[in-house]
């Protein structure tokens, strides 16, 4: 076996077995979810689970996207209420960032105001971050194993 192609082997083996050890990996993400009733309720948690505490929250009412409606900040838990006007149907936006982190939501409001929504990854989205994950780490793996030793 050339040197070359065992370093190959080698670096592949490192690979699979990375793949058989489970390890947590926490970004800066931001999961923002909402429970429209009456007063819709918007909780705002970073991916590790951490409540945005004191997040600066923008609401927008639907039609007009430019002007805030409404400005606030979360409580301790990561959870901002408001009172949509009942005169305004229709999608209403609300933006929470802190620190450069941050995101938005769309929340329904009209007739049917009982839902609960949340910003999950679209099934498209999970197969590219798998795609873009195994396109790096194979790329890692040619360029380690065409080095010249």
């Known amino acids: 076996m050339t040197k070359k192609k065992g370093s190959f082997l080698a670096v592949l083996a490192v690979f699979l077995l990375s793949l058989a050890v489970p390890a947590a990996a926490y970004g800066h993400?931001?999961?923002?979810t909402y429970q429209s009733k009456t007063v819709v309720e918007v909780t705002a948690l970073y991916e590790?689970?951490?409540?945005?505490?004191?997040?600066?929250?923008?609401?927008?009412?639907?039609?007009?996207p430019s002007t805030p409606w409404l400005t606030g900040a979360c409580d301790q838990n990561g959870r901002f209420t408001f009172t949509p006007e009942p005169s305004k149907p229709g999608t209403w936006d609300v933006q929470v960032r802190q620190a450069g982190h941050g995101g938005i939501v769309h929340i329904p409001?009209?007739?049917?105001?009982?839902?609960?929504?949340g910003g999950t990854y679209t099934p498209l989205q999970t197969v590219l971050m798998v795609a873009c994950v195994l396109w790096g780490l194979v790329g890692t793996a040619l360029f380690f194993a065409g080095r010249k030793g």
């Open 29 to 32: 993400g931001v999961k923002i």
């Open 48 to 64: 590790t689970g951490e409540p945005m505490a004191g997040a600066q929250v923008t609401v927008y009412a639907p039609g007009d």
């Open 109 to 117: 409001v009209g007739e049917s105001v009982a839902e609960t929504g």
